[in-house]
């Protein structure tokens, strides 16, 4: 089993709301990944939990909040965000540091 | 640090023609490579990968890329093209000890067409 599961597959939401998205894993991976991306452009890495441990934030803006509850969760909460947010956020996940990630579906986030 | 080039962004093709898809990286240390697909609205899925050993690496639906250490390149072929492999697709590298970060390449939009 190579799957990643990612919900909601769409997500519309306002300027001042609240709203958090999910990521689930059951392949024993201990690392874990969110990525966003624009249309036409290659995915851009906004974090990285190692070990359920945050071990890279590339400088993402503090209205995303990510979470690891537990080796096969990875949460990613949104709050305030700004229309130019909108895109399509990815999770991934890789047995290790630099091994192969494998990707869910992905959101489609609109921030409206 | 490392950096990945797709040296064309887009290629048009017809059905059952072979395809060649081309990226050059940089790098001062050994990298991981992957080729990524991304299909319309669809999360991208690992086409191959080369980690270590034979240079020749074969991945799903016959694809297959060669990693070429002194020309620092690792392109994508596909001997007979169908009209389901148009999507985007992604040449990245990783490096050890990086925290499995992902250098992607800007992509390179493959169109088969009838």
């Known amino acids: 089993d190579t799957e990643v599961t990612q919900t909601p597959k769409h997500l519309v939401m306002g300027m001042t709301n609240k709203k958090s998205l999910k990521c689930e894993q059951h392949m024993g991976h201990r690392a874990m990944y969110w990525y966003k991306q624009k249309a036409k452009k290659p995915p851009e890495l906004m974090f990285v939990?190692?070990?359920?441990?945050?071990?890279i934030n590339e400088s993402v803006p503090s209205r995303f909040s990510p979470e690891c509850p537990n080796s096969s969760l990875l949460n990613l909460h949104l709050h305030a965000l700004q229309p130019e947010d909108s895109a399509l956020y990815l999770c991934?996940?890789?047995?290790?540091?630099?091994?192969?990630?494998?990707f869910g579906p992905g959101t489609r986030l609109t921030v409206t | 640090a490392q950096s990945v080039t797709q040296l064309d962004s887009q290629v048009p093709v017809f059905e059952e023609a072979p395809v060649e898809l081309r990226c050059n990286y940089s790098s001062s240390v050994s990298v991981y490579l992957f080729w990524y697909v991304q299909y319309p609205n669809q999360g991208l899925q690992l086409l191959l990968k080369y980690l270590s050993g034979s240079t020749l690496v074969k991945g799903i639906n016959g694809f297959e890329a060669e990693f070429n250490k002194s020309q620092t390149s690792f392109h994508l072929r596909k001997p007979s093209v169908h009209i389901s492999d148009t999507a985007e697709y992604f040449c990245?590298?990783?490096?050890?000890?990086?925290?499995?970060?992902?250098?992607f390449g800007q992509g390179t939009e493959l169109s088969v067409k009838p």
């Open positions: 990245a590298v990783s490096v050890r000890n990086q925290g499995g970060k992902l250098i």
């Open positions: 939990y190692s070990y359920e441990k945050l071990s």
């Open positions: 991934a996940s890789a047995l290790q540091g630099a091994y192969e990630q494998y």
